[in-house]
Structure formats: C-alpha cells, structure tokens
C-alpha cells in the first residue's frame, strides 16, 4: 500500500497477463485507477450516432446508447456526444492525452501515455467519480 496525502492506492491484479491495475482509494472510497502495462486503449467513447430515426428507435429501446442527428457526419467528427474534451499535451518529452469531463457530473478525468519505458509499456490514470472534493485531491 502505498499512501500520498491521504489517497491510497493497493494492488489489483486484472484480469489480463499484460496490465497491471491499482485502485486509488479517498477515505474508504474508490475514486480512480491507475493502469500499467503493454496493453491499454486510449481514451475512447462507445456510441453510434444514426440519422434515421426508425433505426434509432429500435435501437434506443435495446439500451445501447445511440444518438440521433440529422447532421451525422458533422457531430461525429466534432465529438458533440462525447462525454469528455480530449487533447494532446506534452509533459516531460511524453505526449498525453488528457480526458476532462464536459459536464461537471458526467464524464471522466485521465491522462494516458502511449509509451512511459524502454518495452513502451502503457501508463493511465482514470477518475469517473467527479464530485468537487475529488476533483481537487485527483
């Protein structure tokens, strides 16, 4: 166990041979994860954006998140339903991708680096839990 500042983080073996994953923990309560590793997948959103409203419907009753667009292509390019703002930064002479929430209770923070080593072994941190006091101690 390894603790800064009053965050905690233990080891979670995952369920895959190539990844390791730790859990970051605030008072009791799981408020991230940290992913190492040689695989992990960029940050990305799963929805499908469709701009034919019987599809759609169909679809929507299933429980798969599927949006409706008369300006399909536009919106899928723009990113208009994703959940979070992606962009690249450079920290350190790594390029990051850093992943903050659109909404301030909907989405999630992180950063991911491609390769972090010399065996360009993967490195994440993910947070979905976005209340204000996390926030600040993520």
Known sequence: MLVLKYLQIFNKKSNGVDTSVYNIFFQEKKIGSIYFGSYYRPFTEEYSITEEKEIYDKVSLRGAKIYYSKYLEQDYKNGIYNDNYYYYDTINKNIA?????????????????????????????????????????F
């Open 97 to 137: 991708q850093i992943m903050l929430p659109k909404k301030s209770n909907k989405g999630s923070i992180g950063i991911y680096f491609d390769s972090v080593d010399v065996y360009k072994n993967k490195f994440a941190i993910v947070s979905t839990e976005l209340s204000e006091g996390n926030k600040k101690n």
